[in-house]
Structures are given as structure tokens and as C-alpha cells.
């Protein structure tokens, strides 16, 4: 296996966690190398094959699914856009 498809889903995994203001989340690099060679042809990974990498699923999860706070930052478009915008809180 080489690296870009390792990096790709690390770039994939990078913004999920951005959308999601997660401040911290471990990464199972096996899996995560597992997850790159089943997502090479250039599929996207949903939110949930993601979720499967993390070994701290459980509250990079319970994050995801919180209310929106005014202190947290939201991306308005999809994670994978090529367009991503950052919405910040109106005061």
C-alpha cells in the first residue's frame, strides 16, 4: 500500500472533524489503513466509516449529535465540497 490513499482518508477525517468542532479524537491507525484500501477508487466515506477509525468513538459521537452552541463553529456545506464554507455565529 502507499501513502496517498492513507492521506486522502486523513485529509477525509480531518474535515469531518472540523464540521464537527471535534477538539480531540484518536485515530486507530490500522483501521484507518484498512479504510483506505476499501475506499482507494476514489469513494467518499460517510460520517459513520469514519466514526469507525476513531477509538474514541463514543464521544467524538456524542459531540456530532449535540445541539449546535453559539461557540461552536458549523461548515454549512458538505464536508467533501470543494466549496466549504465556515459559518460563525451571529452576535
Same mark, same amino acid.
Given at each position: @500500500? ?6 486522502? @482518508?486523513?485529509?477525509? @477525517?480531518?474535515? @469531518?472533524?472540523?464540521?464537527? &468542532? $471535534? #477538539?480531540?479524537?484518536? $485515530? =486507530? ?6 479504510? &483506505?484500501?476499501?475506499?482507494? !477508487? ?6 459513520? =466509516? !469514519? !466514526?469507525? &477509525? ?9 459531540? $456530532?449529535? &449535540? #445541539?449546535?452552541?453559539? =461557540?461552536?463553529?458549523? =461548515?454549512? %456545506?458538505? $464536508?467533501? %465540497? ?6 460563525? #455565529?451571529?452576535?
Amino acid at each position: @500500500m502507499t501513502w496517498g490513499p492513507i492521506v486522502s @482518508m486523513l485529509k477525509s @477525517m480531518e474535515k @469531518m472533524l472540523q464540521q464537527y &468542532a $471535534i #477538539p480531540v479524537a484518536f $485515530i =486507530d491507525g490500522d483501521k484507518l489503513a484498512e479504510l &483506505a484500501l476499501e475506499f482507494e !477508487l476514489e469513494l467518499q466515506p460517510t460520517v459513520n =466509516d !469514519l !466514526l469507525t &477509525a476513531i477509538v474514541n468513538r463514543e464521544d467524538v459521537e456524542s459531540l $456530532i449529535n &449535540a #445541539p449546535v452552541s453559539t =461557540d461552536r463553529v458549523v =461548515d454549512c %456545506s458538505s $464536508i467533501f %465540497s470543494a466549496e466549504s464554507r465556515l459559518c460563525s #455565529p451571529s452576535y
